[in-house]
């Protein structure tokens, strides 16, 4: 018996969608599903306008390039992320500047922002890793006073939560991906709403709702269609794919409520165990476990790859946590992040995975991943 590390929760609903949208002929980039899709997933974000795209990558690309950032631009970003942000910024021929990892959640050290900020710095890119928000009051302060804008990559944190103004009597609950300038999700089969392969790019700033939808499609000009004055691209998302995204947004309580008892589950199973630092949940924070990590202590004389072919020799599959930006070939052999070095990050990177994390996880399985922590942690 295997378990896997995912796997997508396909309703009824989804189906019956996906037929009304078959039989309607209405299978490409336009039509209902596409627009109640994105009017429904802002909406639920707490934003005004979305823009769907085929996928969180290129939903990173247009973000970027839509908030201006252009040749020698700065951003700031976390180096414990996927490549999809500096990739993003690299190709609109900006240059990624990176931060380490917090500890506790893993996102962006945010007391290491300040110290990064220079004349040519554009924007701040926090990214919510695997379900938990970062610490957003700093970075929206900074961001003000520095006229900064905030891209945020909300591609793991569907429906977590953040306190924001901690501290002053405008404290209040928002959703990731709705408390920047602009943020970025990714509906890959293995975040909670899945659209296959898709993203979406949101905002409340109408002027860059219109420039992502020109970069999503092509440059068109709305009076000359065929004249164009602007590169774009086909990042379209076709009204199929929107038929499944919005079928799995109206289950969103549900999906949330069983992340949540997967997470807690793990943790009440496995935090007796010295050697393992486990997901937390500060209390300005909701997280939504995208993705139930563990870090294992150096104690334990195990790394996260040895760890890995453990479990796999018991049947559970697992991931490797991210590799730093500032550690890819990609990058160092250009000159980039040359001498820079991130501890925590490249820790986490040594000593981190994550376990089976899909909406499908049973009592079960998990109990049996759980068990199968523990003969890995106590084999030699
Ligand atoms: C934080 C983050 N940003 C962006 C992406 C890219 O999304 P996609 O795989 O849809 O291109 C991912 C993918 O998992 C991600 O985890």
Redesign the pocket.
Known sequence: MKIPVNEPLIGEKEIEYVLDCLRSGWISSAGKYLEAFEEAWASYCGMRFGVAVS??????QIAVAAAGIGPGDEVIMPTF??I??AQAVTYNGGVPVLVDSEPRTWCMDVSQLEAKITPRTKAIMP?H?YGHPVDMDTVISLAKRHGLLVIE?A??AHGAEYLSGRGTDQSHWQRCGGIGDIS?F???A??LVTTG???MVLTSDPQIAGRLRSLRNLCFRPEQRFYHTELGHNFRLTNLQAAIGLAQIERMPETIAKKRWMGESYTRRLQAHAGLSLPVEEPWARQVYWMYGLVLDESTGVTAVEFARRLAERGIETRPFFLGMHEQPVFTSRGMFTREQYPVAERIARQGLYLPSGLTLTESQLAAVCQAVEDSLSAT
């Open positions: 996928n969180g990558t290129t939903a990173l992320t996927i999809s942000c990214v890793i990559d591609a793991e970025a990714s509906f890959y293995n975040k392969e898709g993203g």
